[in-house]
């Protein structure tokens, strides 16, 4: 990467996303190549000062980079730049096991594309009204459970976001009685296309493949090939 300086802001966080295109914000692999490496000690985790945890909804919020569980099924960001191409690939991909599973996925992603953004607490609470809106089978599973609680929405979550179909668009804390956040940030769901509006690569699937992985290998030739496609997804 063109510069390997520690990250001590929220603008210097962005900043290398936007340099490198993708960074994973935990370590991958491949040794340098994310936020947790990247990040001077003291802002990773701290009880004193705001740092890479806080951070990312600000960079979200800048609007240059989209974040949610991009790699290997973690977080981390990619350009604006470069998402369509990410869009391109993974959208020709099939992350779910099979036909009950897929239905399910699209199922809660009609529902956070109509409600044009949610938590997976209002998403529970959406999906107990969702029958009727995507296919027979996915309505049939919904239907079989006993309570809307009873989905697990991680792992749908995550193939969603793997498929660039889903990211993070903010996150949303707690606020104490001295106006002060507290706890953990709670993920804001919502479509690409809803944060950032309809966008393109210009060529087929693999060609965007070729693009990212030509990008990867350029900034990283000695990385193991395993680690590049992971990444890739």
């Not at 030739?221 to 997804?233: C, F, N, S, T």
């Amino acid at each position: 990467m063109s510069s390997r300086k520690e990250i001590r802001s929220a603008e210097e966080m962005e900043q290398a996303v936007c340099e490198a295109g993708f960074l994973p914000f935990f370590r991958c692999g491949i040794p340098g190549f994310s936020i947790e490496e990247r990040i001077a000690p003291e802002y990773w985790f701290s009880d004193e000062a705001e740092g890479a945890w806080e951070w990312k909804g600000p960079v979200i919020r800048e609007g240059h980079c989209a974040y949610g569980k991009l790699y290997n099924k973690k977080a981390g960001y990619v350009s604006l730049e470069w998402l369509p191409d990410l869009m391109n690939y993974r959208r020709s991909r099939h992350y779910a096991k099979d036909e009950d599973t897929a239905a399910l996925d699209d199922l809660v992603l009609q529902v956070i594309a109509s409600e044009g953004s949610t938590t997976v607490k209002d998403l529970r609470r959406l999906l107990g009204f969702a029958r009727g809106r995507g296919r027979r089978r996915a309505e049939d599973l919904v239907d079989g459970m006993e309570e809307a609680e009873k989905v697990s929405l991680e792992p749908i979550l995550t193939r969603l976001m793997m498929e660039t179909r889903v990211v993070i668009a903010d996150f949303e804390y707690n606020i104490d009685r001295h106006g002060n956040r507290y706890g953990w940030g709670v993920a804001r769901y919502t479509t690409p296309e809803r944060l950032y509006g309809r966008m393109g690569a210009g060529c087929t699937a693999e060609e965007s493949f070729g693009r990212i992985y030509r990008h990867l290998r350029g900034m990283f030739p000695d990385a193991p090939e395993r680690k590049v496609l992971a990444l890739i997804g």
